[in-house]
């Protein structure tokens, strides 16, 4: 390798000792070397931080599973299917009672204007 000077009066080269090139060789190579380490220990990371969240989900697959009738026997597509419908009824029966209980609170509000 060579090293070029520049002096205002004239441009000089000279050769880096082989002890200098040698000393830039062995830390290229040691930063490679750290930088591979480094690279591998966030590959493991992330591998157990993905594996974490496939966890996360299959916990929560089984939990819906359970809730939903049925959902113990159905894959994941007809499971989460069956759990919209399952939803949208579970809102029907809410509006229907909220319906019977409003007329049954009119029922009484009239049966007590009338003396009943």
């Known amino acids: 390798m060579e090293e070029t000077l520049a002096t205002p009066a004239t441009t000089t080269r000279r050769s880096l000792s082989p002890s200098c090139s040698a000393s830039v060789k062995s830390r290229a190579g040691g930063f490679e070397r750290r930088t591979k380490r480094r ?26 599973q359970r809730i939903i009738p049925g959902g113990t026997t159905l ?6 299917e069956e759990t ?30 009338f003396g009943g």
């Open 75 to 80: 894959g994941v597509d007809a499971l989460f």
């Open 39 to 64: 690279l591998s220990e966030t590959n493991a990371i992330a591998r157990e931080d993905q594996e974490e969240e496939e966890d996360e989900v299959k916990e929560k697959i089984e939990a819906l």
């Open 84 to 113: 919209a419908g399952y939803i949208m009824s579970l809102q029907c029966q809410i509006k229907t009672i909220k319906v019977l209980t409003s007329f049954l609170q009119r029922l009484d509000q009239e049966d007590m204007k």
